[in-house]
Nanobody, 115 residues
Framework: QVHLVESGGGLVQPGGSLRLSCAAS????????MGWYRQAPGKQRELVAR???????TYADSVKGRFTISRDNAKNTVLLQLNSLKVEDTAVYYC?????????WGQGTQVTVSS
């Protein structure tokens, strides 16, 4: 069982930055990937960024060049740096971890981009 706790969301003006953090605890082995999804009101949850164990990363086209995912394996933490934020980035952001074929989710953190 993996438990995920996110932090770092908030209200920011367009063009601003935020950093999201997700701390994983529990039985941590055979982690396949750690990443972030988001869900805006009235829309489906979508993949934002994912870090594959072994080193590769993948990003949604809409965030490439603006968001950066990183992992601290010693602390079992995954970070998402959000730069040049746009109004359309407003959503609840969820941490996601894949372990032995099972997906685990955090409770979500709200990111609101508004002037």
């Amino acid at each position: 069982q993996v438990h995920l706790v996110e932090s770092g969301g908030g209200l920011v003006q367009p063009g601003g930055s935020l950093r999201l953090s997700c701390a994983a605890s529990g039985i941590l082995f055979s982690i396949s990937y750690m990443g972030w999804y988001r869900q805006a009101p009235g829309k489906q949850r979508e993949l934002v960024a994912r870090s594959i164990s072994g080193g590769s990363t993948t990003y949604a086209d809409s965030v490439k060049g603006r968001f950066t995912i990183s992992r601290d394996n010693a602390k079992n933490t995954v970070l998402l740096q959000l730069n040049s934020l746009k109004v359309e980035d407003t959503a609840v952001y969820y941490c996601n971890v894949g372990q032995s074929g099972v997906d685990y989710w955090g409770q979500g953190t709200q990111v609101t981009v508004s002037s």
